[in-house]
């Protein structure tokens, strides 16, 4: 049965650091791809990040170049988020999926397949 949980959201200050966590189960990160997705309340999802999982290659939204970091441990199957620097605009739940690798217009991890429950960001003082 295949299995994303997401942890390490919470409140934290502007300019400040959290790390998000992927666990998956069910499969081994060598055979998809996976994203982290963030939805604000009343916007629409976007991608944030994305790993392929045939090289490891990352790739970004651009307003979280150079702020955000993803990464992935293939012995624990987890996925890591890096996230400094935070903005408030950074607040929302973000999402791991999981998926055959495709992109389209420059956005990569579109249809993923599988998704966890989503762990909340708020970046308030």
């Known amino acids: 049965q295949v299995q994303l949980v997401e942890s390490g959201g919470g409140l934290v200050q502007p300019g400040g650091s959290l790390r998000l966590s992927c666990a998956v189960s069910?499969?081994?990160?060598?055979?998809?791809?996976i994203g982290w997705f963030r939805q604000a309340p009343g916007k629409e999802r976007e991608g944030v990040s994305c790993?392929?999982?045939?090289?490891?290659?990352?790739f970004y939204a651009d307003s979280v170049k150079g702020r955000f970091t993803i990464s992935r441990d293939n012995a624990e199957n987890t996925v890591y988020l890096q996230m400094n620097s935070l903005k408030s605009e950074d607040s929302a739940v973000y999402y791991c999926?999981?998926?055959?690798?495709?992109?389209?217009?420059?956005?990569?991890?579109?249809?993923?397949?599988?998704w966890g429950e989503g762990s909340p960001v708020t970046v308030s003082s």
């Open positions: 069910g499969f081994t990160l060598d055979l998809w791809a």
């Open positions: 999926a999981a998926g055959a690798f495709k992109y389209y217009n420059s956005i990569y991890c579109v249809g993923m397949k599988y």
């Open positions: 790993i392929r999982n045939s090289d490891g290659r990352t």
